[in-house]
């Protein structure tokens, strides 16, 4: 087992990692920018580095920084958590390249992974089923070629791609053109990757995604899947649940099959979540996430499995120590994130001092935040603040006790989600289960219609 | 720019610092550039120290107004020999020492001359972005 870990990041996992690593009796180093200081995180490590000025460009992103804080502090590993440097393959090189143990996959797979239509092709060739499209296009009239045996409506698509930039959809050919080339140069723009390719467009799917584990000496594991269909606009996650609710147990089966058989095939190890579409009896993967996730809280409650802790000791090369056959889920659970953002103004992201904290607490509920009352919220990072968690013995019981503890928590200074949330919880369709992605924008317009 | 110009704009400057809480503000305009920082902690605090609470972190005022060289990476200080000590007059800018991050020698300069009126650190000893190397009353 590893003596120190160096947490390269910020906010509540790098809490998480923290808590894991002292329970596996492990030191830690944080790191932080000018501008997190305060942070809760700072605080419950070992030791702390400050790395640099608030922009992430010149601290949570600045390589040269974190590895030298990491050797200077005699770490041997070092845990990226999700978000900056999580799925940056260089990253992992130059650690692995200075001695310390990245926790994570191998850079060839993170490689793989990332690159989309890379992956897609490799799984493809492993037997799982992906949305009907094609490799890279060359150029506009390539594409044309493909979505005519397609058929609209299509979805052109960066292989660089990420947070729906270099992305758009297609209804008709006459919007091809202008559709190609306004994606490619936000590619180009975006990720100096100008490399397109083109998918079929499932109306209304389900974002169902499946949790696996991959030691080093072949065992693979998953543990179940999460429903993620509860997606803002920018396609951004706000309530999750495990398991995913209403879903056919022949397609159930299905999805842990081929992610299992995937995560075989790409010569997976460590943490990992295959994405799917689901629509009716259909599945489609839609790309590999090759790091811990913001909502592994879920499947954490309902299997007794600390994910993080797993993704250490698999990193330091330990044997998972359990099979399949010892997995079996107790229960629901259901997370909701608390983000400094206002719903009624299209999400917008607020920084500000966090005048009144108060999270809930009682049976079934587990909060995993890095702010307290008096904290301040910098406007450089991610606007989440807190993750709520419930887990009951039915999917009615998690959701009551989440609303419960959604009375329950008071937060002042910012605008924050947790209104928005409990007024989701309570809705009809929501509350009968199997929503589809586009039913949160859907409900925000009648919303707004309504006013 | 004028000396009130700058003297007024270093004014809005350091309430901007006290109210956000950032430890650094830099701000340049053609040629002018203006850097406020707010008093240092203790030297090398990162390491092992406990944490102090948030609030004294956050609230705790300027103490003096010195100019202070620190690091800007990560990384083992080498003090340059003959090293300089506290009292220490200098002509003009002068290399005092570098940090070495990943092999790479990052030089920290005076930025000028004056009276060295701190030495914060010594050879080999780890910092972080942002620690005071040097106070230089100039």
């Known amino acids: 087992m590893f003596k120190k870990v160096l947490i390269a990041n910020r906010g509540e996992i790098a809490l998480r990692i923290n808590r894991a690593c002292h329970e596996l009796g492990v030191a830690t180093v944080a790191i932080f920018s000018d501008a997190d200081r305060a942070s809760l995180h700072v605080r419950h490590a070992d030791e702390a580095f400050c790395v640099g000025p608030g922009p992430v460009m010149r601290s949570y992103l600045n390589i040269p920084n974190i590895i030298s804080a990491a050797l200077i502090s005699g770490c041997d590993a070092i845990h990226p958590g999700y978000g900056f440097l999580a799925e940056n393959a260089r990253f992992a090189e130059i650690a692995a390249d200075h001695g310390l143990t990245f926790i994570g996959p191998k850079p060839a797979v993170i490689n793989a992974m990332g690159d989309k239509a890379t992956a897609k092709r490799l799984m493809r060739e492993a037997g799982v089923p992906t949305t009907p499209g094609s490799d890279i296009v060359a150029n506009v009239d390539e594409a044309r070629t493909v979505c005519a045996k397609i058929g609209y409506p299509v979805l052109l698509k960066a292989t660089a791609g990420g947070g729906g930039k270099g992305m758009r959809s297609v209804t008709a050919p006459e919007e091809l053109p202008t559709a190609f080339a306004t994606a490619q140069a936000e590619a180009e723009a975006s990720f100096k990757d100008g490399r397109m390719y083109v998918e079929k467009l499932i109306t209304n799917p389900r974002h169902v995604e499946v949790q696996v584990l991959a030691d080093e000496h072949g065992e693979v594991v998953h543990l179940g899947e999460r429903d993620c269909s509860v997606q803002k606009p920018s396609h951004q996650k706000l309530i999750e649940e495990a398991p995913a609710p209403a879903l056919d147990p022949a397609v159930r089966d299905r999805l842990h099959d081929v992610a299992t058989t995937a995560t075989r095939a790409v010569g997976y190890t460590n943490a990992g979540t295959l994405e799917f579409l689901v629509a009716g009896d259909d599945v489609y993967f839609m790309e590999m996430n090759t790091r811990i996730q913001v909502e592994h809280p879920v499947t954490e409650l309902i299997y007794g499995v600390d994910l993080v802790k797993e993704q250490i000791r698999i990193a330091a090369g330990e044997h998972l120590g359990f099979t399949q056959d010892d997995l079996h889920p107790h229960g629901h659970s259901i997370e909701v994130r608390v983000n400094a953002e206002d719903p009624n103004n299209n999400f917008a992201p607020a920084a500000g001092t966090l005048t009144t904290v108060v999270f809930p607490g009682g049976p079934g509920i587990r909060v995993d935040t890095h702010v307290y009352g008096g904290a301040v919220v910098p406007p450089f990072y991610d606007s989440m603040l807190a993750k709520i968690i419930a887990v009951g013995r039915t999917r009615e019981s998690a959701i009551l006790r989440m609303e419960r503890a959604l009375s329950e928590t008071r937060i002042e200074g910012v605008k924050t989600t947790v209104d928005f949330c409990s007024e989701v919880l309570g809705e009809p369709e929501f509350r009968a289960g199997g929503i589809g992605v586009g039913w949160l924008p859907a409900f925000l317009s009648r919303r707004a219609a309504a006013v | ?138």
């Open chain 2, 1 to 138: 720019m004028t000396e009130d110009v700058i003297a007024a704009r270093t004014r809005a400057l350091a309430g901007a610092l006290a109210e956000a809480g950032f430890a650094r503000l830099r701000v340049r305009d053609g040629e002018t550039e203006i850097e406020l920082r707010r008093a240092p902690r203790a030297p090398a605090a990162a390491a092992g120290a406990p944490a102090a609470v948030p609030e004294a972190v956050v609230e705790k005022p300027p103490q003096r107004p010195a100019d202070l060289v620190a690091s800007e990476v990560v990384g083992i200080v080498r003090l340059l020999r003959p090293a300089v000590a506290e009292g220490q007059d200098l002509d003009g800018d002068r290399e005092l020492a570098y940090v070495e991050t990943l092999g790479i020698r990052n030089a920290v300069h005076s930025r000028g001359g004056g009276r060295i009126s701190a030495v914060f650190v010594h050879e080999g000893q780890p910092v972080e972005y942002g620690q005071p190397l040097f106070a230089i009353e100039r």
